[in-house]
């Protein structure tokens, strides 16, 4: 009898959970698909018919195709530089630790989790337009720093559960360093580079305060920046918000659900291990 009501409280707590998250989503689905007229009459009801001009003006006014291409060289080109120097500087310190510079260089790593961006804001900004750097460039850097933390954080842990013998035996049969990383190490992390490609995608794409502050040139505005504009501007038609606002949403939703099994996998493996 405990165990079923346990049950209950459980199932209950997530229903309640999903409705908190699946109404927005309605709503957004629903609207970006209504004329203004029927929005007006009811924000809840299903449209009439569906109306997709919507995300065809919205993508004229938010000039979708070219945030599209910024949002996308800035998340690919972060990603990689993440994952690159990520998966190396883990595999220096991981296998070096018992020396203080690498168990200091790890800490480092490890304390910049604990400092926001919004902490370091100001400085940020006059350095970068100090030498220039206030366009997508300066951004991708900034991406790439803030995200090796938490590549080095996790990789690291990972490394560890990896057995010295086998860089031994790949070293013994005459491969170099270099090789014996990217071609026998390297996929062994995979798990783990899925998971961190994912959560990082998922954080440079929908992120809106730093390319607010670094992007001067409207010219290299990401997709979350066009959304802010478009919203002041057109502020009052909420059908076309809310379409602009599922053709940022759809390109991530879409990388999560292919890759969304790795995300816990790859975590737990890594702290496990």
Same mark, same amino acid.
Not at 227 to 249: D, G, P
């Given at each position: 009898?405990? +165990? ?11 229903? $309640?959970?999903?409705?908190?998250? %699946?109404? #927005? ?7 970006? %698909?209504? /004329? ?6 009811? %924000?809840?009801?299903? #449209? ?6 919507? =995300? ?7 000039? !979708? ?8 060289? @800035? /998340?690919? @080109? ?10 190396? &500087?883990s595999f220096a310190i991981a296998r070096n630790q018992d020396q203080v510079f690498y168990r200091v260089m790890y800490y480092f790593f490890v ?19 100090? $030498? ?10 900034? !991406?790439?720093?803030?995200?090796? =933390? *938490? ?6 842990? !990972? =490394?560890?559960? @990896? #057995? ?16 014996? =990383?990217?071609y026998i190490l390297f996929p062994m992390l995979k798990p783990m580079t899925v998971t961190l490609i994912v959560l990082n995608i998922i954080w @440079?794409? +929908? ?15 990401? %997709? #979350?920046?066009? *959304? ?6 057109? &502020?009052?038609? !909420? +059908? ?30 890594g702290a496990v291990k």
């Open positions: 009898m405990e +165990n079923r009501k346990q049950k209950y409280g459980v199932y209950t707590f997530i229903i $309640i959970g999903a409705l908190f998250i %699946l109404f #927005p989503l309605y709503l957004t689905v629903v609207t970006s %698909l209504k /004329t203004p007229n029927e929005t007006a009459e009811s %924000l809840l009801s299903l #449209p009439s018919s569906l109306n997709f001009s919507n =995300f065809l003006q919205a993508a004229e006014m938010s000039n !979708y195709v070219g945030a599209f291409f910024n949002s996308f060289l @800035i /998340t690919t @080109i972060s990603v990689v530089v993440i994952i690159a120097i990520g998966s190396i &500087a304390s910049g989790l604990f400092i926001p961006f919004q902490v370091m804001m100001l400085p940020l900004v006059q350095q970068l337009s100090s $030498i220039g750097m206030m366009n997508k460039w300066g951004l991708i850097l900034l !991406y790439a720093t803030y995200g090796l =933390f *938490q590549s080095v954080f996790l990789y690291v842990s !990972y =490394f560890r559960s @990896i #057995p010295r013998e086998i860089e031994d035996a790949a070293l013994i049969d005459g491969c170099g360093v270099f090789r014996m =990383f990217w @440079i794409w +929908n992120d809106f305060l730093m390319p607010l502050v670094i992007l001067s040139d409207s010219s290299d505005w990401t %997709l #979350p920046l066009m *959304q802010y504009v478009f919203e002041s501007q057109y &502020a009052a038609n !909420y +059908n076309l918000a809310f379409a602009s606002y599922l053709m940022v949403l759809a390109p991530v939703i879409v990388v999560y659900l292919f890759l969304q099994k790795h995300i816990i996998g790859g975590v737990s493996d």
